[in-house]
């Protein structure tokens, strides 16, 4: 390197600062990033401007230092040098134009590349401006730049090279979204809703409606069991449930500390039912203890309610979407029998258990007097679940059902699509297990610390995604999995959001279902490997810096 020229006293001397980010990008629910880079920089004796807004942090910045040159000692350099007030001006310069901004309803009409990459162009003001995007939305937002729009009126016209036309919501159609909160978030297919269209209808209070006895009829004999009751919720029909086994005054049920009943319907059996419930710890698998269960029983003594029915739940929610052991279901059918108890089961995601197990969704209600059967779930049905067990059972069923408010009257069209979800949907069920496998493993693969996942736990549709709650919780990874920035579009070549839910603060729930395609599961596994691999590499923040 050449030796540079001795300044003169006085005179100022500007100097480059690149400061680069090496091994990760600005995210932006991780504000501690930008902590770690200001106190970086401090430790430079440079000052950094705060950087809240992710869209205005460039990958690359470039600082521009001015220093005014002293003709003085080696002392007094040494006692300038550490001086608190010695301050240095520090310039950012802004990021360069995107044309992903093209499709974003603010700048639609008006904005196109300037004459440089650091600037735009407004073609209503025949302005300039520079290209950084807060910029870009101030001007938009002047007095100005509104009055000349509004005078344009209909001659403001739409780029032609737009690759997408906005909806009314201002998102545009390039952008993918996967929902994976729930696989109740399913859409009607067009057959589906054909065989709602041209479904015989009837009132179903007065048992007129033949669409809704025809369904009835085939989940009865889907499940080995002698009837079946129509109701409008998976709620509902546990509830139902619990009602009519219940009958008696002073009775008291036993279910899993983790089940859906105890936990999600806002115990909707003590609330509606005053029906006394004790909870029995759920083992990793979805089951529990019968020595436990066991000792739970409670004697005839008249101090103490009557133990009447025990609740299961398969698969498991929960416990990550797990279908029951087939021998442990049997062993606690015998137990019950010997103790004179009635079992029920939460059949919401049952055919995902049959698949996965490979076995009859009526072998797996066999030991039990009570199940329901889900249809807007994993099958895809807007609504609807079936309750099922004996004649007398359905007749004393009927009863609870209409005082519920659940009693429907042209029930057939939401009955076809039951039918149909059971005769078409339940035979691709296998692809949303394997869709959910695919997931996790590509999780599993990144060997994150950040973001991990038990692929032994993964059986069927849901997938845990457990975080470490100090570089990302459960709340921070969905919002960011909902969001898309220009980086990340730019280093994937397309737009995904990704919807999950938090189910607690550390473990995030997906949920495969009918609506998830291939093509959706290769754009989540992309999005979900780029994001991890983000939340690692805060903990390997490098800058170089160099003058």
């Known amino acids: ?18 400061v680069a980010n090496m091994k990760a990008d600005y995210i932006p629910h991780s504000i501690e990033v930008t902590h770690f880079a200001t106190a970086s920089m401090e430790g430079q004796g440079l000052s950094i401007p705060s950087l809240d807004d992710s869209e205005n942090v460039p990958a690359e910045m470039v600082v521009s230092v001015e220093e005014q040159v002293h003709n003085s000692s080696e002392a007094e350099d040494a006692e300038l040098k550490h001086r608190p007030d010695k301050k240095r001006k520090i310039r950012v310069y802004s990021q360069k134009f995107r ?17 440089a990459v650091e600037r735009a162009y407004c073609t209503v003001c025949n302005k300039e401006l520079t290209a950084g995007k807060s910029e870009l939305l101030k ?5 100005k730049h509104k009055k ?29 979204i996967v929902d994976m909160r729930s696989d109740t978030v399913t859409q009607p297919s067009r057959e589906m809703k054909e065989a709602m269209f041209d479904a015989p209808v009837g009132d179903d209070v007065f048992s007129e409606d033949s669409t809704v006895k025809a369904l009835e009829e085939k989940v009865a004999k889907l499940l080995e069991k002698e009837a079946a009751l129509y109701v409008p919720s998976g709620t509902m029909a546990n509830l139902v449930c619990v009602l009519t086994h219940c009958w008696s005054r002073g009775s008291e049920i036993v279910v899993g500390d983790q089940s859906h009943l105890n936990l999600w319907a806002q115990r909707g059996v003590p609330q509606i039912g005053s029906i006394h419930h004790r909870t029995i710890k759920n083992h990793p698998d979805g089951t529990f203890s ?34 029951l052991p087939l021998q442990w279901l049997d062993d606690l059918g015998a137990l019950c029998s010997e103790m004179n ?45 079936l309750v099922v067990g004996t004649k007398e059972f359905i007749a004393r069923a009927i009863r609870v059902r209409k005082v519920l408010g659940g009693g429907l009257h042209q029930a057939g069209m939401f009955a076809a699509a039951g039918i149909y979800a059971l ?7 296998s692809w949303d297990h394997t869709h959910a496998r695919a997931i996790a493993q590509s999780v599993s693969e990144e060997h994150s610390s950040a973001v991990t996942v038990d692929l032994k736990d993964v059986q069927t549709n849901v997938v845990m995604l457990h975080c470490d709650n100090i570089r990302v919780n459960a709340k921070k990874l969905c919002q960011r999995l909902s969001s898309v920035t220009d980086t990340e579009t730019d280093d994937l070549g397309e737009q995904v959001i990704v919807l999950m839910s938090p189910v607690s603060d550390t473990t995030v729930r997906l949920m495969t279902h009918c609506d998830v395609k291939k093509e959706d599961v290769k754009a989540v596994i992309k999005k979900l490997k780029y994001i991890i691999r983000e939340y690692d590499n805060m903990m390997y923040l490098e800058y170089k810096i160099s003058v």
Not at 163 to 174: A, F
Not at 292 to 318: A, F, G, I, K, Q
Not at 343 to 353: T, W
Not at 375 to 380: D, F, I, M, Q, T
């Open 99 to 115: 044309k992903d901004w093209l499709h974003l309803r603010e700048f639609q009409g008006w904005l196109t590349e300037g004459s």
């Open 423 to 429: 005769d078409h949907v339940t035979p691709r069920l």
């Open 139 to 143: 001007h938009a937002m002047g007095k």
């Open 148 to 176: 000349r729009m509004a005078e344009a009126g209909s001659h403001v016209t739409v780029s032609s090279d737009l690759s997408s036309v906005l909806d009314e919501t201002g998102i545009p159609h390039v952008l993918r």
């Open 290 to 323: 019968l020595q436990e269960l066991r000792s739970l029983v409670r004697d005839d003594d008249p101090h103490w309610p009557v133990t009447t029915l025990v609740c299961v739940e398969n698969t498991h929610n929960l416990m990550g979407g797990k279908a």
């Open 1 to 18: 390197m050449e030796d540079s020229p001795t300044p003169s006293v006085g005179t100022c001397v500007k100097k480059e600062v690149i």
């Open 341 to 385: 108890l009635l079992l029920h089961v939460d059949g919401a995601r049952l055919v995902n258990a049959s698949v996965a197990l490979g076995m009859s969704p009526a072998r797996l209600v066999q030991s039990c007097d009570s199940a329901t059967l889900c249809l807007n779930k994993g099958l895809g049905a807007p609504m609807g679940s």
